[in-house]
C-alpha cells in the first residue's frame, strides 16, 4: 500500500492549489480518505474527509468554503482543490486512507 502526494508548493494569499494523493495497493473506492496537515510546532489536524460511498465529505471550519476534497476512482487518486489560500494554510499537507496509511506529504507555503 502507497499514497504519494503532490502538487503542493508555494503561492500567493489568494491563490489556488491542488493536491493530489494517488493510491496504489488498494482501491480508495471502497474507504474513506482524508487530508490532513501539520504546520511547524503544531499538532497534526484533519483538514478533509470524503467517504467510501456516496461521496459525501466534511470539513475543518478553517478551510470550509474554500477547500474541496473529491476522488476520482478510475484514476485511484484522491485531489484536494485549494482556493482563497491564507498564509495560515502554510504546512505540510498528508493523505491519509481508512486503512491507516499515511503518505509522505507535500509542502504547502502561502506567502507573498
Known amino acids: 500500500v502507497q499514497l504519494v502526494e503532490s502538487g503542493g508548493g508555494l503561492v500567493q494569499p489568494g491563490g489556488s492549489l491542488r493536491l493530489s494523493c494517488a493510491a496504489s495497493g488498494f482501491r480508495i473506492s471502497s474507504y474513506a480518505m482524508s487530508w490532513y496537515r501539520q504546520a511547524p510546532g503544531k499538532e497534526r489536524e484533519l483538514v478533509a474527509h470524503?467517504?467510501?460511498?456516496?461521496?459525501?465529505?466534511n470539513y475543518a471550519d478553517s478551510v470550509k468554503g474554500r477547500f474541496t476534497i473529491s476522488r476520482d476512482n478510475a484514476k485511484n487518486t484522491v485531489y484536494l482543490q485549494m482556493n482563497s489560500l491564507k498564509p495560515e494554510d502554510t504546512a505540510v499537507y498528508y493523505c491519509?486512507?481508512?486503512?491507516?496509511?499515511w503518505g509522505q506529504g507535500t509542502q504547502v507555503t502561502v506567502s507573498s
Open positions: 470524503i467517504f467510501s460511498y456516496g461521496g459525501n465529505s
Open positions: 491519509f486512507s481508512q486503512l491507516g496509511f
